[in-house]
């Protein structure tokens, strides 16, 4: 009932893991896999190792919401092999997310994860925090089309462009399917900041951060809801899902797949709610397949 | 949660270690239990994991040893801080009878709030305490309401206590007191840690605290992984069975 | 302790309401006063009287972010007078919000508002969801300052811009204070979406709304932040405040007043608690005036 | 708070007025307090202020005439639909012995729930309900568990009951009894209400359960504010005494 294709993959179930949390490392992945995901993404890779910020790097906000600048640790290329052969042992579908500073990185980051033989290659156009690593990727259509072009020209995996909160993600969702990718990411953390009223420093090493979790669901659905109006183009939808409505509402939006960050932290059950719940709703509603709800709320 | 916080007292116990008190400045906080640790923001400068060593009403006590550059600014620090947490799953060994702490060095300070938690439950711990050198000791009643089990001492320079290093006198203790303890838990340096395992595994239950490298405390970054097992310190320890952690323990260094 | 000046104004305290709760009608502004607000902002008044969007129009959140495409309904430029007229029984200052789909209808506006002689200006430059009464303004650099350059000629009230989250914050918030702002009121409302599940439509009849409340404050943070740190403007700080402690940020972060929306729908008593919680914190800090801790988080 | 909900039942009561049950699909809702009411949304139709009439686990009756093209679209809508509540601050005239409810048409819907509520309390809600046409009449009793006061009918068609206005029946049976009542809450037409403050006013304590156009529920809007007092319906309301509305009751129109 909830097998849905998306990217060229066909999952068990809609829900994925978000970029981010935890992935880099093999043994990530094994957890990730207890945590019921249908596939399996990586952390963003870079072609060099990345130390990442000192912590602090994340802080629980006040409003449930999550906000971080990790400054996408990670351990670079060399990785990507290893994070393959972890996924195919755990028999889950690898989504291996890579992100760079200019084309080149992405081309050989691409390259590499094609080699590797990794079931998709997700490209982070939109972290909001990481200079020169971001944002400014996504909000710039034309980089965007000739960043998902080169990438889809030497990856023999789908490419997935996963882009953040901007005022020009119409266009740059638009540019992305144009140079070729499958399917869309949708969204990334919105940018943010937290300070300590006591001490009166921003809270994050880095200051500025990324704001995730339930505070940024309904402007994940708005951005959903608008690509796929405008595209119909295959969506995962990302944001503050936090249970079994939360998706759906990205489903009706235009979502095929959903990805879970935030939530797996407070809540290891929380893939199982999610699908449980949605069977339930599927079944309220009269329908077989959750495939059949997708973009529904859309005219 | 991330909640302000501020310094109440810091009090030099022994040569190397101290006993911080904050207070969190957001009242609803809930009780932490045995083993869980906060992460300490030193604003705009560190982060450091810190063991909870008591909790009263919102005020938190620390055993901190000076170590490098954070534990020593952590130790100067008078002003307003922030603390995250409580972190770890724990680990409440509420199913035994009699326990043998064994701790080498700062790893005796999730000690005192086990201990106040087990006494409440007639449960009985008693400690083994390691050190390299006499002065680095201070009197463990200092941090008990009153004292709630048996203290053996160890020292490496073989001033005070036993002469040697925690885990051989705990070693011998339970040789010679069968089935006097149900369990032992070894919290200290990794080498220590892996003793405890090695020599007292055949008799008993034994678990060990472990650290790894905190940067978030809530599993989300990866960095506290206890390689090669699919485990991450912050949200499934800090306490584990031997068993769970083997291949941890044998690939850690350090003595 | 807590007598802050901005714009021009000096006020008992920092808290004003945010512009469209209530404010378009006297017995409105009876309310606000009522609250405890040290000024009063009126809803945005356009040339014209607006309907506004049939119900629904406003819907709470799970995520306790409030949803609301009003549709700037107000009753135009002749309910100015009386606004004026309410605000000078109540004792309380008037800032007069006004929003058009062009500069006429600003400058139309302000000069109407000046006559009226309230005590400030807001210009409304970044509404997200009426159709050509907002984000696309102040996503315009170039529109921004046209508009407050020519209302600010045309006023002998101080102007203050607003302008909302945008890719181009930055620049219009210089342009804004290079054609003569006093003051810079920020946020508005996220672009967002409900969409009702067993149903499967959007529930606003709007279906795109603003979010506002809690959700939206770490974002509010980070743009008073990032805009006060590059320009040491006077800013007024609005999102998601509901306790003093996020208006405790908002200052830290550089702002020198406070706007409260949303909180105030669910707690009457918020203004008063505020203030308590930030006269508490003033003096824990050892200081003995709010303003002299505005923008200390920022180096 | 929003709910998604679904349609229980919808029943012809009488002419005009149906009786329409909703299920809310979401389970942790608190009890409405009398007077309190919902947003009822048929899904991008028309949004409805409406009373709650009853209310047992998360099922929640409604009494609703048909008025317009929006209460017609939701008399005959079957699916799901979505309910916002419970807006109002509602009233507990907990402080009363016997109470008189002068109800006009569909203002009847909401002594269903108050006397449920008021005999939990051994408090006694009467009632005067008045129609024009005997057609629009049913049987109270119908609504609640079993009888809870007592029932006076008039009609303006004088086919059933009281020949003429509620209003007008209800002076009369005040000043018949007194001392029966120590309160009245008019419920209905503004005209009714006007009538119940004038002409009941010297005798007891009177409250009118008050309609304005509801937009938002929240208090945020202002559409519902009872010019030209400060008072928004939404937020302070729906019940009122009369000398708080007094000019609000004047200015109204409609008979
Ligand atoms: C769960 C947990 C609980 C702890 N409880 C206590 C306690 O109660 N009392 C106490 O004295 N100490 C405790 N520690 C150890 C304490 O956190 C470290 O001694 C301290 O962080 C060292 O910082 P430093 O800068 O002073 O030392 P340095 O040796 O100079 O640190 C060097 C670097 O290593 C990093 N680092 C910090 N901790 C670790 C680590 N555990 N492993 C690897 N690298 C690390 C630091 O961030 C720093 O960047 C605990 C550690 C953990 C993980
Ligand atoms: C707090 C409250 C509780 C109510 N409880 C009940 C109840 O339990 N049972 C019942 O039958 N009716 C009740 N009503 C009245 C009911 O909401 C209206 O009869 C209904 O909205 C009329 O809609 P319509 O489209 O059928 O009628 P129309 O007369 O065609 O409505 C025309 C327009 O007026 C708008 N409108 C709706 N309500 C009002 C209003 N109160 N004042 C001014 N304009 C309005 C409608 O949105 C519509 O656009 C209540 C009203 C309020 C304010
Ligand atoms: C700690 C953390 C790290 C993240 N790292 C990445 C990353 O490396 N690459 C990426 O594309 N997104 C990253 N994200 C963003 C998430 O993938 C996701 O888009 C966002 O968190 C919203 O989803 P959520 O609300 O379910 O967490 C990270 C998020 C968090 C919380
Ligand atoms: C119901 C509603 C109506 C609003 N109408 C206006 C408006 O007319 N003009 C305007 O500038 N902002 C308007 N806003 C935005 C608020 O002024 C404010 O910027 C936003 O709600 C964030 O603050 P809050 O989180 O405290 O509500 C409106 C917000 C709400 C919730
Ligand atoms: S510290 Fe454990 S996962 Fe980040
Ligand atoms: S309906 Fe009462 S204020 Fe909106």
């Known amino acids: ?299 | 949660m991330y909640t302000p916080a501020k310094v109440v007292s810091t009090e030099r116990l022994s040569s190397s270690m101290y006993m911080k008190k904050v207070k969190l400045l957001d009242g609803d906080t809930v009780e932490p239990k045995p083993f869980q640790f906060i992460l300490i923001w030193v604003p705009g400068v560190d982060l450091l994991p810190m063991s909870v060593a008591g909790f009263t009403s919102g005020e938190i006590t620390l055993v901190v040893r000076e170590r490098g550059e954070g534990t020593r600014k952590l130790l100067h620090y008078d002003g307003f801080l922030g603390v995250s947490g409580f972190h770890g799953k724990g680990f409440e060994p509420w199913g035994y009878r009699r326990i043998l702490f064994v701790a080498g060095g700062s790893g005796i300070a999730p000690f005192f709030h086990l201990a106040e938690k087990a006494w409440e439950k007639d449960i009985v711990v008693d400690v083994v305490w390691g050190v390299r050198e006499a002065g680095e000791l201070f009197n463990p009643a200092r941090l008990l309401g009153k004292p709630r089990g048996d203290v053996y001492v160890a020292t490496e320079d073989c001033r005070v206590g036993y002469c040697g290093r925690a885990s051989h006198l705990a070693s011998r203790l339970v040789a010679g007191n069968p089935g006097k303890w149900d369990a032992v838990i070894a919290s200290g340096p990794i080498g220590l840690l892996r003793e405890a395992c090695g020599s007292l595994g055949g008799f008993l239950d034994v678990y060990v605290n472990l650290e790894a490298y905190v940067k978030c405390g809530v599993g989300a970054c990866g960095s506290c992984v206890l390689k090669p097992h699919g485990l991450l310190l912050c949200r499934h320890g800090p306490v584990f069975k031997c068993s769970e952690v083997e291949e941890f323990l044998k690939g850690g260094t350090g003595a």
Request: glycine share 12%; proline share 5%; aromatic share 4%.
């Open chain 1, 1 to 299: 009932m909830l097998e849905v294709s998306v990217a060229g993959l066909r999952l068990e179930h809609p829900v994925m893991n978000a970029s981010g949390i935890l992935g880099s490392e093999p043994e990530h992945l094994e957890i990730l896999a207890g945590y019921g995901f249908s596939a399996l993404v990586s952390k963003t890779i870079t072609l060099k190792p990345r130390e990442g910020y000192p912590p602090p790097i994340i802080v629980e906000l006040r409003n449930k919401g999550l906000l971080n600048a990790v400054g996408l640790a990670n351990p670079g290329v060399e990785a990507i092999g290893g994070l393959a052969k972890a996924a195919r042992r755990l028999g889950k579908p690898l989504v291996l997310s890579i992100g760079g500073g200019g084309i080149d990185e992405f081309v050989k980051l691409a390259e590499a994860a094609s080699e590797a033989g990794v079931d998709a290659v997700e490209l982070n156009l939109s972290c909001p925090h990481a200079r020169g690593y971001g944002l400014e990727l996504g909000g710039d259509p034309a980089l965007v089309y000739t960043i998902v072009k080169n990438t889809v020209s030497v990856s023999s995996a789908p490419v997935v462009a996963k882009l953040g909160l901007s005022d020009r993600i119409m266009e740059s969702a638009g540019k992305a399917l144009e140079g070729g990718a499958k399917a869309l990411t949708l969204i990334n953390t919105v940018k943010a900041m937290a300070i300590d009223v006591y001490s009166r420093k921003p809270v994050l090493s880095n200051k500025h951060g990324g704001l995730s979790g339930p505070p940024i669901h309904p402007i994940a659905v708005r951005v959903v809801y608008d690509v796929y109006r405008e595209y119909r183009a295959e969506v995962i939808g990302v944001g503050g899902v936090s249970s079994w409505i939360d998706a759906a509402e990205l489903i009706l939006a235009g979502a095929r797949a959903i990805q879970v960050g935030t939530a797996v932290l407070f809540n290891e059950k929380v893939v199982e709610e999610i699908n449980k719940g949605l069977r339930e709703w599927v079944s309220t509603l009269g329908y077989r397949r959750l495939e059949e709800l997708v973009g529904t709320a859309v005219e």
